[in-house]
């Protein structure tokens, strides 16, 4: 039950953002604004991919919005809603980014014995690593693996350094120099350790710097 005090709080910031809100909903109705109004630029392979391929708008009109944002704020709607636009999850990215190779499907992660590993990194969603709207491509860091991999046994081990010997020498950030994360690139995994990308290299691409593993894909991204 929301306490009468809670409820003025609320009414209070929500006639504050009302008008503010309600305006730049408006802006965003025009084709022409939206890429002025974004929070940061695009990521260089979305440079092409329209606001509303990711953006999807909230139903009802910004009057409904505003009703139930006020019914919500005096206490008699349980949930509040979006202005605008809906927020932004994994099903919009793997509407264009679902592939049958993926090596790390979200939906894995939910699994209960990856509980201790998603509190080094959310895998349970996209967003735990990537954000548009930013020059980062990956918010994570380059030694990631270790979160799930530490008890990995490699059988008929065909690599000069083993993997064994990798991890208990805690070379986690080697990983990512023979392994796509998402397995999608079409790379083969060298035998030598001195061919593998260095860290530094792929701690540049998540930056945004060039893409270590090629541009040759398994699979390309839907595009319509």
């Not at 809670?6 to 953002?17: F, H």
């Not at 993926?102 to 990537?130: K, N, T, W």
Request: charged letters at 20%.
């Amino acid at each position: 039950m929301v306490s009468p005090s809670a409820r003025v709080v609320r009414l209070l910031a929500l006639m504050a953002a009302v008008p503010t809100v309600a305006l730049g909903g408006l802006a965003m109705l025009s084709q022409d604004s939206k890429h002025v109004l974004a929070h940061g630029p695009l990521i260089s392979d979305h440079a092409e991919v329209a606001c509303d391929a990711c953006h999807v708008e909230s139903a009802g009109s910004i009057r409904q919005q505003i009703q139930a944002q006020l019914h919500y704020a005096l206490g008699s709607r349980a949930t509040a809603v979006d202005f605008g636009y809906q927020e932004v999850t994994s099903k919009a990215c793997l509407a264009c980014h679902a592939r049958p190779n993926e090596r790390h499907p979200i939906y894995r992660f939910q699994e209960p014995r990856f509980a201790q590993a998603v509190q080094m990194v959310d895998a349970r969603s996209c967003l735990g690593c990537h954000s548009e709207h930013s020059e980062q491509v990956v918010h994570s860091a380059v030694g990631v693996c270790q979160a799930c991999h530490e008890g990995i046994k490699v059988k008929n081990d065909p690599i000069d350094i083993k993997h064994e010997i990798l991890i208990e020498q805690k070379k986690w950030e080697s990983c990512l120099g023979c392994h796509d994360f998402h397995g999608n690139h079409a790379i083969k995994a060298p035998l030598h350790i001195a061919e593998a990308i260095s860290a530094e290299v792929i701690r540049q691409y998540f930056l945004g710097g060039p893409d270590p593993y090629g541009e040759e894909k398994l699979y390309e991204a839907r595009t319509e």
